[in-house]
């Protein structure tokens, strides 16, 4: 029994100092399975932001073509109830417009004719 307890210390010291010899190799690849998993990590959740915006913009886009469905048959109706208004205020002010635009033209006639009774 002694001789199996010495035994085993000496293997297991063998195997500690085996050990500590790989021990900078073990802990360069644990390192690099920590920087692997590390990235791993952040690549994930970028995908899944990106995902989530992608979502987010199809589902504002689908609410805006809906929104825009609603809305056209109400555009066309105001259209169709302004047109006329439109056109009738047009009526009524255009025989203003040519008066004051003719009203306009005889006051810079009057003012050429008086520059150049000036300048004579």
């Known amino acids: ?30 390192q690099y399975f920590q920087d692997l998993s590390a990235q791993l990590t952040s690549t994930t959740q970028e995908l899944v932001q990106k995902i989530q915006s992608e979502t987010f913009l199809e589902d504002g886009k689908a609410q805006l073509q809906q929104i825009q469905a609603k809305l056209a048959p109400l555009a066309d109706n105001m259209q169709a109830q302004l047109k006329p208004l439109a056109e009738n205020m047009q009526a009524q002010l255009k025989p203003l417009v040519d008066n004051v635009q003719a009203q306009m033209e005889d006051l810079f006639r009057k003012v050429m004719d008086q520059t150049k009774a000036l300048g004579q």
């Open 1 to 30: 029994m002694k001789f199996s307890l010495a035994a085993l210390v000496v293997v297991l010291a063998l195997a500690h100092g085996s050990q500590a010899a790989q021990s900078p190799e073990v802990e360069k690849l644990a």
